[in-house]
């Protein structure tokens, strides 16, 4: 059941232009289009254009799978009646949830193979066996942080617009105060701020500290480390909490 | 025997009480009409007896068992249900939606005999979204036989068709009814089809069951319709 439900996920996917547009087309022609304009420029920690931005464009892949394609996809299906149908069904919620993971997992995994690849072919991005492996871990870690915390900010919402809105609005704060574009040094203090409290920002750092061999554990990673930890756990208690309020 | 009893059902919402001591009892292979004006509780009473709605106070009992003591999916696995509206994943096409749902309850139906049973050949390439209303509720009844159920819900399933596709729809649940003895449970606000046919009629009036009787029993009692019986016992 697993594997229909998986295929048919898939294959909704495909069909949806506003997911195909805002995950496989939007950010690889960024990603290269902000090559063009800035690729020969370094950047933090003495890194070139595709070593920082390969990892953050995989990340931006990776945000709008999962809350487009996964967290404002159940918003839809709620608000519609799909899940009220679904759920007289005698069909188990852990599968249909398994199924719409693994669904974004494949699309974001998806989007890691054609960033690096972009990368590879235009921007000389280097690519080591162990590195990648390792990159891929943490990667799909990232990817289980950004599901959970998708989960909960949607199980908030019931009604589609608000969502839609809140899904537009909130992609471009990400992208801006992320560092997922820009170096956020080049950005006014207030967005320098804002970035702090985006759990994003710190996923980025993490993954490009990662991505070229650079973690350490030192109080900026402590930081962000524990910082999305908390909002984890918090998110955590806001979907049991929503959970209790539905039957069976 | 007895495929659902209720007994004493108590359903609020906040401060409003919707539900208030409902007792109830449908046997196998019978037609049941719930009737009521707008706000009644008809659609909270029936998905309460779909399981997906919580329930305040009294007892729900489906194929004998009590369902806040049995594990949900054992129940579902015998009932179907038809919303209004019915809403399906907007971008899978009609014969994609059988197969998904026949793997949701494993079903031995074969696909395309439900297909022809139920005319959608024309269809079965087509997005259900783009479906009409009468359409969009003969495959929302095709996907609820898939699973064969012993007991069909419909929550006004005929409202907006033309006299056709009510037609149509009303010769595919009599069929159900007459080759399965599966139970059908009903809400409609068309009191011509409670009359032509539902075995017996609730009628439900501020949360309470006001009348619960077989459909000849109220004819019998000097309505000359059960129009008539509606429009005399439930007041605007």
């Known amino acids: 059941m697993l594997l229909t439900q998986l295929k048919y996920d898939l294959l909704m996917f495909s069909r949806e232009l506003f997911y195909l547009v805002f995950t496989i087309l939007v950010p690889p022609v960024t990603y290269l289009f902000m090559g063009q304009l800035f690729g020969d420029q370094t950047y933090s920690g003495n890194l070139n254009y595709a070593e920082t931005y390969t990892p953050s464009f995989i990340l931006v892949i990776t945000f709008t799978v999962v809350f487009f394609a996964f967290g404002f996809d159940q918003v839809m299906q709620r608000t519609t009646g799909v899940e009220k149908r679904i759920s007289i069904s005698p069909v188990s919620k852990n599968m249909l949830l398994l199924s719409s993971i693994i669904r974004a997992i494949i699309m974001t995994s998806f989007g890691f193979i054609l960033i690096s690849i972009i990368g590879f072919l235009m921007y000389d991005l280097e690519i080591r066996f162990w590195s990648i492996l390792l990159s891929y871990g943490f990667f799909i870690i990232l990817n289980a942080v950004m599901l959970i915390l998708a989960s909960a900010i949607y199980s908030f919402f019931q009604r589609m617009n608000s969502a839609l809105v809140f899904s537009i609005v909130i992609f471009q704060v990400i992208i801006f105060t992320g560092g997922l574009a820009m170096p956020i040094k080049v950005m006014p203090n207030f967005i320098q701020v804002i970035a702090k409290f985006n759990p994003l920002y710190h996923m980025n750092n993490l993954f490009i500290a990662v991505w070229n061999g650079h973690f350490t554990m030192d109080s900026q990673t402590v930081f962000s480390v524990g910082y999305l930890a908390v909002l984890v756990l918090v998110a955590f208690i806001c979907i049991r909490i929503q959970h209790k309020r539905k039957i069976g | ?236």
Not at chain 2, 73 to 82: A, E, G, Y
Request: with cysteine; glycine share 6%.
């Open chain 2, 1 to 236: 025997m007895n495929i659902v009893e209720v007994h004493n059902l108590e359903k609020a919402y906040g401060t409003n009480q919707v539900l208030r001591g409902i007792n109830f009892q449908a046997q196998a292979g019978e037609i049941i009409g719930v009737i009521g004006k707008n706000g009644a509780g008809k659609s909270t009473f029936l998905e309460i007896l779909m399981t997906i709605q919580k329930y305040d106070a009294g007892h729900v009992v489906l194929f004998q068992k009590d369902i806040q003591k049995t594990k949900l999916d054992q129940i579902r696995k015998q009932i179907s249900v038809v919303l209004q509206p019915t809403q399906f994943y907007k971008t899978l096409k009609v014969e994609e939606l059988l197969k998904l749902f026949k793997s949701y309850y494993q079903s031995n139906v074969n696909i395309h005999q439900i297909i022809s049973d139920f005319q959608l050949e024309p269809h079965r390439k087509k997005y259900f979204e783009k479906l009409s209303g009468g359409w969009k509720q003969i495959v929302s009844l095709a996907i609820a036989f898939l699973s064969e159920p012993k007991l069909l819900i419909l929550d006004e399933p005929t409202t907006g068709l033309d006299p056709h596709m009510r037609n149509m729809l009303w010769s595919y649940i009599t069929a159900y009814n007459t080759r399965t003895g599966g139970t059908v449970i009903l809400t409609t606000h068309n009191m011509e089809e409670i009359e032509m046919y539902c075995d017996k009629v609730m009628l439900l009036n501020n949360g309470k069951t006001e009348v619960f009787d077989t459909t000849a029993g109220i004819l019998a009692s000097g309505f000359v319709s059960v129009h008539e019986f509606y429009l005399q016992k439930v007041t605007i």
